[in-house]
């Protein structure tokens, strides 16, 4: 949905960024949304990712809300299923979304689509708060730890029976295509919130190992995926 | 940390299953290399397929309203000094932590002794198995720590390097007339939106204080952190911005209770311009 972020300019400083929003980005927002820059949701709507970040750096609270009708349920539907608390989902949901309107000048589109940086706050704010909660509370981590575990132990395999919990068929059907152990790497990192090395402790390989096997896991899914993920990305929901 | 090693650790990367001083080191380099950017962003589409993968709940009406309730307030011109919002700190005590370490190892020898002196001037023979698993368990936890020792040594090695890449900019922190003799540096990545403070030469506090850092912007105090010192005066942290520096024009370090202060309104002992 998004397309390249080339309405603004990077001012380089001695080793510093920052971001300028040039004229240019925002008479393209402001030409689909007519001469009056009106800001309708219908109009909202038909704006790409990165043309509703051009207008959040205008600090435009109408197209934040955009953004998150866009891509709320997905945010909040992830930290739910990693998290498995509503509550502290609905807070990382929300600090997710506030850290993109603070952060929208710092975005780097070189780096990926707006959607992928929008993700990458949302998981990294998610697992900080599941290793906060580890850190809080170790008898819960083991038992977070256990569940996982036992959830696993429900199915002849255990990263496979977390992927079977997905009902997005493309992935699902990625994932189940990848070897067993490079899923289950896969699965403990992203959706478990381990680290690499609390998962060569926790399956008894050596570090190499494991990251090897997530390396492999991406490149398996990318050649499964290719173009489905990238139609995921450009679609939105 | 090279082209090379940021291919190798990108999935863990991405995946978000790398510790966190890994983390800042690869987006140091991504954040200057045109072609990491472009492997990262290339990625990075996987990545977005994981997170909608998750089974679809709707979320409650109460997060978006609350959410531009917050933007609300956060519109306000910067009237009072912000909270630690978006600005994350990692504390990295490595002096106290060798003399922590130290300790420990020397506690785990004493503890061999003393298990060998019960068990020399007890006589009681049956507890020989009881006697040599302890031996064991403080070998084993004696091997740990040097282990840990290892890894940390390592990490600050790391960070030397990262200090001396051509992409990191360096601000210079003095100690103020409480610390005349202190000395800081702050190195900056290339976004400007993390960095590295390391200060030495300042005094060691009494319990219940710390040192915490602030970045000052149209006369306004921003929390980013805080951090103690070893017995040799050295301390870092580790900063994670929402804005790049250069939205700041200072920094300063002062004293202040632990359980945190809503101002700086202890000592200061440092700064620098930015």
Redesign the interface.
Known sequence: MDGEFSTGKRNL??????YIPVEAGQNRAARKLGKSGSMKKEDLEKLADDELLDLIIQ?R?EA??AL??RF???????A???LRDVGAA?EV??DT???V???A??Y?S????V??WL??I???RI??ELRRRKRRDQSEVSQDVEVLHRAADDSSDPALYLAL????S???M??AELRPEQREA?ML???G?????E?AARLQQPLGTV?TR??L??KR??EL?GN???E??EDG? | MDCKEVE?????Y??????SLDNSKMNFH??GC?AC??M??R??????????????????A???S???E???A??EPYSEPEPA??I?TRIVHIGRWTAAQSGAIAAAVAVVFLVYGVYWYSGRMDTIDDLKAALDAQITSAALDEAELQQKLRIQRDLTAMVASP???IAKLTGTSVAANSRGILA??????SAIISASNLPLLPAGRIYRIWLMRDGNEFEAGSFSVDEAGFGQAIVDL?????AYSSIKITIERTEGSPSAIGESVMRGDL
């Not at chain 1, 919990?165 to 997005?168: H, S, T, V």
């Not at chain 2, 900056?188 to 939106?193: K, L, P």
């Open positions: 400083n001695p080793g510093i960024h920052t600090r609270r934040l809300e998150y009708d709320g349920n997905a945010v909040f539907s992830l739910v299923h990693i609905e949901t929300q979304f506030f850290n309107w603070r952060r000048p710092s780097d070189a780096r990926g689509k959607s992928a993700f990458s949302g998981h990294h697992i900080d919990q997905m009902q997005r493309q992935i699902h990625a994932l896969v990192a992203y959706y919130g381990l680290t690499h090395t998962i990251k997530m390396r896991a991406l899914l990318r995926m489905e993920a990238r995921i990305v929901l | 190798e650790g990108l999935a863990s991405l995946l978000g299953a790398m510790e991504i954040d045109a950017k472009a990262v962003r990625e990075s589409e996987l990545i977005v397929a994981l997170s909608k993968g998750a089974p679809e709940i709707k979320a409650p109460r997060i978006k609350q959410l531009m917050k933007i609300g956060e519109a919002a978006g994350r992409d990191v900019s900056i990545s290339a976004t400007g939106t929402t804005d790049p520096l250069t």
